[in-house]
């Protein structure tokens, strides 16, 4: 991508909404915009792809696909999405698991007739700490992975150790590994959940399986997806272990500021350049 963003030449910082990032080619840089068809068409300029929720807020049937598709083409960018945040995967009761694969694959067709690259799954389970559940879990990963195909979707699953029904890091790793299926690393929820500590070993255990990224920053103290150098995470880690990354990687921060959004975007893509400092 190409021209300066230097905001110190611009007495309006807004201003500059449509001009690209200086990003390198090596990741694709997007940004999650929650269920909102708005945050997309104010937000999106310079990104590379949009994330964007359903099934939660939002049903697919409530949402423009004519409007979609016109801010993604004119915005240059591509689709992913973000399954529901609440639904758990596994639960003990085989007749729920079967509708949460059944529901799950209605949204998996629908964001493949959209054109969607991606989709983001929770990991999470009722118990997350009964072990008994973690082969239920697999098994439920593996025939929701099968609907991702079958649409055309890449399925990702997410690390949210550090919410009530998440799996621990490690634990959520050995299962994806095994399934054979991709990650998406939520950089702030590993160090939520076990300090820079747990993002380095996660990342030298399971960094080959990791395709997507969430990147914002956090505070111990609770605060999270702050814009990267407002918190706590040590993208250092990240750089030593993911310079280079091809794969996708979409800003998560809550604001709809531009230029803090293209701020965190930069310095994420400084952590994957192959020639990175760990000063990210």
């Not at 690209?20 to 929650?34: F, R, S």
């Not at 008994?132 to 195909?149: C, K, M, S, Y």
């Not at 998440?166 to 300090?195: I, K, Q």
């Not at 310095?267 to 400092?277: F, M």
């Amino acid at each position: 991508m190409g021209a300066d963003t230097d905001q110190d030449s611009d007495p309006n910082p807004d201003s500059d909404a449509d001009t690209q990032m200086d990003l390198p080619a090596n990741a694709e840089i997007g940004l999650t915009v929650g269920d909102s068809l708005e945050r997309l068409a104010d937000t999106i300029s310079g990104f590379d792809f949009a994330e964007l929720s359903i099934g939660e807020g939002t049903v697919p049937d409530d949402i423009d696909e004519d409007r979609l598709e016109a801010l993604l083409a004119d915005a240059d960018a591509d689709l992913c999405v973000h399954l529901p945040f609440e639904q758990v995967v596994a639960t003990p009761v085989p007749e729920i698991n079967d509708a949460i694969i059944d529901s799950l694959s209605r949204l998996l067709s629908w964001a493949g007739t959209v054109g969607a690259r991606k989709a983001v799954l929770h990991g999470t389970a009722r118990n997350p700490h009964d072990t008994d559940l973690r082969p239920v879990f697999g098994d439920q990963l593996e025939a929701i992975g099968a609907a991702a195909d079958e649409a055309g979707v890449e399925l990702v699953v997410e690390n949210v150790g550090h919410q009530r029904r998440g799996l621990p890091l490690s634990v959520l790793g050995d299962l994806a590994r095994e399934t054979e299926t991709a990650v998406c690393f939520d950089v702030g929820h590993a160090y939520m959940e076990d300090g820079d500590d747990g993002v380095d070993r996660f990342l030298s255990d399971y960094g080959a399986s990791v395709s997507h990224l969430h990147v914002h920053d956090v505070r111990s103290r609770g605060d999270t997806h702050l814009p990267i150098g407002a918190g706590e995470v040590d993208y250092g880690i990240v750089a030593d272990h993911l310079a280079g990354f091809e794969g996708t990687v979409a800003v998560e921060v809550f604001t709809d500021d531009r230029p803090l959004l293209r701020d965190t975007a930069e310095r994420a893509a400084a952590a994957l350049t192959v020639d990175s400092g760990s000063d990210a």
